[in-house]
């Protein structure tokens, strides 16, 4: 009987056309990879490659779509990276005018970058063990929005509810009785 290998669930992120190198993107992406989510954004953040920007969107992409799977519950902090690669995309082949009616070839490169997130089997092990957090349970009734909660406390005047601005104080000193008289 063949070993079936269990692979832990990701969530993937990728970026088609980058126009970067796939060397280029390579050396930032080896930075990264096997890195928690919070350590991975201050690396990309720090990084004076250009191509750590288009990077840095797709780990945002990747975290996004990780909290927004309603079968997951997972944390974007909770995640590590288990895979980053630049693969090669399509190059865009351009000619530049050299002397004596030459012409010279411009090779403008593009890249697929891709992230796998997976959560952090230390954070996760902790995770477990702690109680989930309670939702707060909403009943059938909707509010209208000018309706408030039995918890919130009612602003005593209508400058304090934010529907009316509140004078600024005069820097002028007010003209004294005498002054007005005359």
Request: charged share 30%; hydrophobic share 35%.
């Amino acid at each position: 009987m063949a070993a079936v290998e269990t692979r832990p669930q990701t969530v993937r992120a990728q970026a088609k056309w980058v126009h970067s190198s796939a060397r280029k993107a390579r050396l930032v992406t080896d930075l990264i990879r096997g890195r928690s989510v919070p350590e991975a954004r201050t690396i990309l953040a720090f990084s004076q490659r250009a191509v750590a920007k288009d990077i840095e969107k797709v780990l945002r992409s990747a975290v996004a779509n990780a909290e927004s799977r309603p079968d997951l519950h997972w944390n974007g902090d909770d995640l590590i990276i288990l895979t980053a690669y630049a693969d090669e995309g399509p190059t865009l082949k351009r000619w530049r005018a050299r002397a004596r009616g030459r012409v010279a070839r411009i090779r403008k490169r593009t890249c697929h970058i891709t992230l796998e997130l997976t959560p952090n089997p230390r954070v996760a092990a902790t995770a477990a063990t702690r109680p989930a957090p309670a939702r707060a349970e909403r009943s059938g009734k909707k509010r209208s929005p000018t309706e408030t909660h039995v918890d919130q406390e009612e602003p005593q005047t209508q400058a304090d509810a934010g529907l009316v601005e509140k004078p600024k104080a005069s820097r002028r000193k007010p003209k004294s009785t005498e002054e007005s008289e005359s």
